[in-house]
């Protein structure tokens, strides 16, 4: 996730939708006093001197001492907390004050859910020796296999994001934030965690079975942007 506050802006980064790549993408923008969250190494990679800054407090600065998700058991030794790269819109509210979430910009990136479920099927299995089949993972007990970008951007059920970007039609999204911005947009858009899924027709991996479990998992978000399998 990203807070600017040089260009009064904060995305929200949703999981499976090239959230890494706009991350790459908009730390170019951003100054030194500004929010940026870590990416994975070969990931940082592509943003230079972009990189993250500004999103951890050491535990005596904890400005919500008790309230906060704290990343000590990744970082054995470290005692810090802070911001976190997919991290919901309520806490993230909660953390910059009213002040700031109420006057900032804030965008975010949804993706077809059935398309979403195969993506995130490819990444979570990427590193095994035998991959399951898509519906032995979809039936995992792993709570993983499911996603919560809704509640990415959104509070209460109820979207607060003043814009989402469709990943379907992600040039003429970024052309409105870049826009909205005043922002120049670059010549390309960077990629990021990508080669990890050969094929594209996502409908191929699904049964009606799982088909209905997608449709179900993601209503909120099937409804809200008119997805269809």
């Known amino acids: 996730m990203i807070v600017s506050h040089r260009h009064r802006f904060i995305f929200l980064k949703t999981y499976k939708t090239a959230g890494s790549s706009m991350e790459v993408l908009f730390s170019r923008y951003c100054g030194p006093q500004d929010i940026v969250t870590p990416l994975m190494p070969e990931d940082e990679a592509l943003r230079s001197d972009h990189g993250p800054r500004n999103y951890k407090w050491p535990w005596w600065q904890w400005p919500l001492r008790g309230k906060i998700k704290s990343l000590k058991g990744k970082n054995p030794g470290v005692r810090w907390t802070g911001y976190y790269a997919h991290m919901p819109a309520r806490p993230m509210r909660r953390y910059l004050g009213r002040q700031i979430w109420d006057s900032y910009f804030k965008f975010?990136?949804?993706?077809?859910?059935?398309?979403?479920?195969?993506?995130?099927y490819f990444w979570r299995t990427r590193n095994l020796a035998e991959r399951p089949s898509f519906t032995e993972y979809m039936h995992s007990e792993d709570r993983r296999v499911r996603l919560r970008n809704f509640d990415i951007y959104s509070i209460d059920n109820r979207i607060v994001a003043d814009d989402v970007i469709l990943y379907h039609d992600m040039q003429a999204g970024l052309d409105r934030i870049f826009d909205r911005l005043g922002l120049e947009p670059p010549d390309a858009i960077p990629g990021a965690k990508t080669g990890h899924r050969a094929e594209r027709d996502y409908r191929q991996h699904f049964t009606d079975e799982t088909r209905e479990m997608v449709a179900k998992w993601y209503k909120r978000e099937i409804e809200a942007f008119g997805f269809e399998f």
């Open 108 to 120: 975010s990136i949804e993706r077809n859910p059935w398309d979403r479920q195969v993506s995130i």
